[in-house]
């Protein structure tokens, strides 16, 4: 194609997004490594959200799932946003599965969850011959974020002769629009209309210095780890010792001593420091012709301090007086390690479940954005 063919043909193409919005980061790469057939696969960015949706939305409905039976609060709010959390994260694999490929073996172009059955890739989504493209176009797109704030989105196009377009990628990452442009236009024998040729290009965003994408990955990487570490101890922890607990033996225990231990933390000044509590009852039991003496009521609230759901420990420790008989769980390989209580409690659902979710994903958040600004 001459440069008086291309310019008649630039001038029959329109120059606005062809597919509105977009995202300010790079969702697709260009793989050529299969000589015949090229394809748009996921980004590692792409790949790193759409898993932590997955894997937040499984652990937060598990939870609900074995919350007990019935639907109250503390069963149906997991399940609710356990369910929201898989939802998307299953539109964003789904989304991922539905790659842009160039069958050079076939000569044709589609954008489908499917492969072509039987050399019959026209019934497939979105399909266009080879022979009938006739040129590459970079369209830019100011978008408008949270809060106000902008980014440049760009959107790689195929040009028939007519002018008409099909949209291939949308995404964030010039360089990387402009790189498989390239790529493409050499290996279709067609030009690029656009940015890449230097004509009508609106300015892309400055990038973020290499310095403060470190500094964002570091941030970012410190709130993963604090929010990894708090899912252990608030979550996983608990939810596994639940499960173990259950194979654990019921053996007869006397109550010795009942209490709500309360703390009280070292504020000073004009505001009064906040008081928590926690279940302090203690019994004696045997197993295997020893004597032992548990400390520990349930799964959580024995062992760390809290001011939700006060009442319901003040209850407790009310309804188990000293010299009462109770029923203990034991665990058979480590004989004094038990407890009477092995549900987890409500205040589970309601706080130590979601704690450590906005820390995860700030930091993920971060991560994504430090290596977009390198």
């Not at 696969?41 to 937060?60: D, N, Q």
């Not at 000073?268 to 039991?285: C, E, F, L, V, W």
Request: with cysteine.
């Amino acid at each position: 194609m001459n440069e008086a063919e291309v310019t008649a043909l630039r001038n029959r193409v329109s120059p606005e997004p062809l597919v509105p919005g977009g995202t300010n980061f790079v969702t697709h790469r260009l793989d050529h490594s299969d000589p015949d057939r090229w394809e748009y696969r996921t980004s590692a960015s792409y790949r790193g959200i759409t898993f932590f949706m997955l894997f937040v939305g499984i652990l937060i409905a598990g939870c609900g799932i074995f919350a007990g039976e019935g639907m109250g609060a503390e069963r149906l709010l997991p399940l609710l946003f356990g369910a929201f959390f898989l939802l998307t994260g299953l539109v964003l694999y789904l989304q991922s599965r539905r790659r842009a490929r160039f069958d050079f073996g076939l000569g044709c172009y589609w954008r489908d969850r499917r492969t072509p059955k039987n050399g019959t890739p026209e019934k497939l989504r979105d399909y266009l011959p080879l022979k009938e493209v006739a040129a590459l176009q970079i369209v830019d797109e100011l978008c408008r974020g949270n809060k106000g704030s902008t980014y440049y989105s760009y959107e790689l196009n195929l040009v028939k002769a007519d002018g008409s377009r099909l949209n291939v990628i949308d995404h964030g990452g010039r360089k990387a629009i402009e790189e498989d442009a390239r790529k493409l236009a050499g290996r279709l024998h067609v030009p690029v209309l656009g940015l890449s040729d230097g004509k009508n290009a609106a300015p892309g965003p400055k990038r973020r210095s290499r310095k403060v994408g470190n500094a964002g990955i570091l941030v970012g990487s410190i709130f993963v780890a604090a929010g990894l570490v708090m899912s252990w101890f608030l979550i996983l922890s608990p939810v596994l010792l639940h499960f173990t607990s259950q194979k654990w033996e019921e053996v007869p225990a006397t109550i010795v001593s009942s209490e709500l231990a309360r703390s009280r933390s070292s504020h000073t000044g004009p505001q009064k420091g906040s008081t928590t509590y926690r279940i302090a009852i203690s019994y004696d039991y045997r197993y295997g012709g020893k004597s032992y003496r548990g400390d520990r009521y349930d799964i959580t609230r024995s062992r760390s301090s809290s001011n939700i759901g006060v009442d319901e420990m003040r209850l407790i420790v009310r309804h188990h007086p000293v010299g009462m008989h109770v029923i203990c769980l034991v665990n058979p390989d480590n004989p004094g390690q038990a407890l009477i209580d092995r549900t987890l409690p409500r205040s589970f659902y309601l706080f130590s479940l979601w704690f450590p979710l906005p820390f995860l994903a700030f930091g993920l958040w971060a991560v994504i954005a430090g290596i977009k600004s390198r």
